[in-house]
């Protein structure tokens, strides 16, 4: 939980977060449909392992281990064996020891914390990768796809979008116990639209969202779901986005620090990394995330800091009152006023603790996958001053990343600072 051995992340790369809607995702409707294709999960894998090499200048050779997180390349890409699929970007990867990690949409995160633990056990230079690609079924494929992150034989019949259901069925208990209603979760999709026009990766950097295009149901807004129960809790933009992408950082020992070529004097610190799980299938409170709870428990445990420490987070806002769910299970306020602080601007880029700055899962972006460790990456990137339109006023010095898989069945949560 708290590293013994110090951990910190010199640097990373990441690609653009494309789908539909994204002005360079190649479908049927674009002008170099037919003439250009969409990148490959080994394309995206390629790319950010080297590029992240690249941003540290260091030759892959140094690199002493290697973890990929994916949920479901063996589906959407017919690919498995997504280890030795990186490795190949390199010659000077050959023979080091490359391990995918899955833990559904906690992919990344986890790979994250097998970094964490690789340093403990003595590496000294960790690639971790976070990939996915996820447009090449459609909806309702993917959907089913997607619903292995829930206990299948239990929980596939809430309906045929298996996901969007369960946290319909969140919002659903989360209204009825705090009496409020599902348009006022709109503030927290209105922000994170908002940050994702200004950050030029985001997958919705192109569509603009308001306040009543987001509180309303409409024809572009629609309550989607065919459980009659639980269709009038969640419209198509609390969602998150189906995206391709994938993201890559460099975790480092302090004598890897010191076979850089460049990055050292940008280390973040990773302080605390706790994963934490809860029986599939088996969700105890609609109302609360106790597993990610748990998770940030014991990482404030390790530290001594509390919520009042952190001056920006990354927050696993799979639906919009995820968001609303994992500030409340972070102590980031009351519980039941998680759609208030958004409300309220707390968690804007000019609010007192920014939360999702480049637009979170809803607006960047989730290639599931990628998730986890781009918001490590975001963290790191914030905080050393590198986020251009989206970058918050004052560089923070302590930041938070949450990931969850599933109905908060897994999550990772990680405390980071830069001293």
């Not at 971790?128 to 959907?143: I, P």
């Not at 969640?234 to 890897?256: F, N, T």
């Not at 800091?305 to 609303?324: K, L, N, P, R, Y």
């Not at 759609?339 to 309220?344: G, H, N, S, T, Y």
């Amino acid at each position: 939980m708290k590293p013994a051995r110090r951990v910190t992340i010199a640097g990373g790369s990441i690609t653009p977060f494309i789908g539909k809607f994204h002005p360079d995702f190649i479908w049927k409707k674009h002008p170099d449909f037919g003439h250009k294709e969409n990148p490959t999960l080994e394309q995206l894998l390629h790319r950010v392992a080297l590029g992240a090499c690249s941003d540290v200048d260091i030759d892959p050779t140094l690199i002493d281990r290697g973890y990929v997180g994916n949920f479901v390349g063996e589906l959407f890409s017919n690919q498995g064996h997504l280890g030795a699929m990186t490795a190949a970007a390199s010659e000077g990867f050959l023979h080091t020891p490359f391990t995918r990690v899955e833990g559904a949409c906690a992919s990344g995160g986890l790979g994250i914390a097998a970094g964490v633990d690789a340093i403990q056990a003595g590496a000294d230079l960790v690639l971790v990768v976070g990939a996915e690609v996820q447009t090449t079924h459609n909806a309702k494929v993917g959907a089913d796809f997607l619903a292995r992150a829930s206990h299948y034989e239990k929980e596939r019949g809430i309906d045929e979008f298996t996901f969007p259901a369960m946290f319909a069925r969140r919002t659903m208990a989360y209204c009825q116990r705090h009496g409020v209603t599902p348009d006022q979760l709109a503030p927290i999709v209105v922000k994170a639209y908002a940050n994702a026009n200004r950050n030029p990766n985001a997958h919705m950097r192109a569509v603009t969202m308001t306040e009543s295009q987001a509180a309303g149901s409409s024809d572009s807004n629609p309550c989607f779901l065919a459980n009659e129960e639980l269709n009038p809790w969640l419209r198509l933009s609390d969602c998150s986005q189906v995206s391709d992408g994938a993201c890559a950082v460099i975790l480092c020992s302090d004598d890897g620090l010191k076979k850089l070529g460049k990055g050292a004097d940008r280390a973040v610190q990773i302080t605390a990394c706790s994963v934490a799980c809860g029986p599939l299938g088996a969700v105890p409170d609609y109302t609360q995330m106790d597993v990610t709870a748990a998770a940030a428990s014991r990482c404030y445990s390790a530290t001594g800091w509390d919520a009042t420490d952190i001056q920006i987070a990354e927050v696993h806002d799979c639906f919009s009152i995820t968001e609303a769910l994992i500030c409340e299970a972070l102590g980031f306020c009351q519980e039941g006023d998680g759609m208030k602080i958004a409300a309220d601007g707390v968690t804007s880029l000019e609010g007192s603790l920014p939360v999702n700055s480049g637009g979170g899962l809803m607006a960047f972006g989730h290639p599931v996958g990628a998730t986890g460790v781009k918001q490590i990456f975001e963290i790191y990137r914030q905080m050393n001053g590198l986020c251009g339109d989206y970058q918050v006023a004052t560089a923070p010095e302590r930041g938070l990343c949450a990931n969850m898989g599933g109905d908060d069945r897994t999550s990772v949560v990680t405390l980071l600072e830069r001293k």
